[in-house]
């Protein structure tokens, strides 16, 4: 019995040293990839965005300035305050449609919650209106490009942005969401440094919740001056597709989200096979977006869920171009 006893002690004492070493080894390396830099291209770009050259079909919405000049100025120049105006509604559009900024920066800008699990950690989205507490007050445009496109910080730190989402957007884009966010009505909120749990730590550490900063690895490409033309074509969609592949992966072929609540179900395959959207109808499509209902009725679950209130402000070619490009990408199994 004592000898069992002594076992039974080794093993919870081999256990407990195994954890720690493994906490400590965990604790170290997480330190070691939040305290690294990163070399960023610098990108400039002016607010508003010149619009001469962007035309509605090349926005996605409907341009505000389509029919304004400058008595004696250049054909096709508009009056700052105008084109400001449109580049906001730009902006509105993209936020409410398809970069869905709400779901960690909160319905006013003023903070949101990322993640708030204590085994994994509590990581609120900040504050990014004008107001007390923003994290964006002085931002440069390079620090905004750094940020959204690269996820990194103006430190050249990394950050909990998932940037990789957001690899396709424009500088016309960024321009857009930058001129509609800075004239919200200013937030007063300091929102408190994330902390991280021990499984938090494990994740990062073995890149099962990979940084973007890493995932996107090089920070020197050049990023498009305008989105595609918006058109019901496979070349608009995949622009509009980048967005997904955060959940559904590079591949669109779906699997566990990465970093994902435990609750949440694998995201959906959306290629066309066999157990991804190959019997699905456009009709199809439209409906799960806009209703969260799969083609036998039954309800599609978070996170997809949520992805209703989006959809509903996506026009009909937007969500044309996207069926129109996931018809075209290779067909394959759930999670390869």
């Not at 830099?37 to 035309?55: K, L, M």
């Amino acid at each position: 019995m004592k000898t069992l006893l002594k076992v039974v002690l080794g093993l919870a004492l081999a256990l407990v040293i195994l954890a720690s070493t493994g906490y400590a080894w965990a604790s170290f390396t997480v330190k070691s990839k939040l305290s690294r830099t990163y070399e960023v291209h610098d990108v400039d770009f002016p607010i508003p965005y010149p619009t001469a050259e962007a035309s509605a079909e090349e926005s996605g919405v409907p341009d505000a300035t389509a029919d304004l000049s400058v008595a004696g100025g250049e054909a096709g120049e508009v009056p700052e305050d105008a084109a400001l105006a449109a580049a906001r509604d730009r902006g509105k559009h993209l936020v409410e449609s398809r970069y869905a900024c709400i779901e960690c920066h909160g319905a006013n800008f003023g903070g949101g919650t990322m993640i708030d699990a204590p085994p994994i950690g509590r990581i609120l989205g900040p504050n990014i209106t004008r107001g007390e507490g923003s994290r964006t007050l002085a931002y440069t445009t390079a620090d905004w490009d750094h940020i959204v496109r690269h996820g990194i910080k103006p430190d050249g730190t990394p950050a909990a942005m998932p940037s990789v989402d957001f690899l396709l957007m424009s500088d016309q884009e960024l321009s857009d969401i930058v001129a509609y966010v800075t004239s919200v009505p200013p937030v007063d909120n300091t929102v408190p440094a994330p902390t991280l749990g021990p499984l938090g730590k494990l994740l990062i550490a073995t890149d099962q919740l990979p940084l973007s900063a890493d995932v996107i690895g090089s920070h020197q490409s050049e990023h498009a001056a305008y989105p595609p033309a918006a058109a019901a074509s496979a070349e608009f969609g995949r622009h509009l597709a980048g967005i997904c592949t955060g959940c559904h992966g590079s591949a669109f072929a779906g699997g566990p989200v990465p970093g994902g609540d435990p609750s949440w179900p694998p995201a959906r395959n959306l290629t066309p096979h066999e157990d991804g959207l190959a019997e699905w109808t456009y009709d199809d499509f439209v409906r799960a977006l806009r209703e969260a209902k799969r083609p036998d009725g039954t309800d599609i679950r978070m996170p997809m869920a949520g992805m209703t209130q989006y959809a509903a402000n996506m026009t009909d070619t937007e969500i044309e171009a996207l069926w129109a490009y996931l018809r075209t990408v290779p067909p394959m199994a759930s999670g390869s």
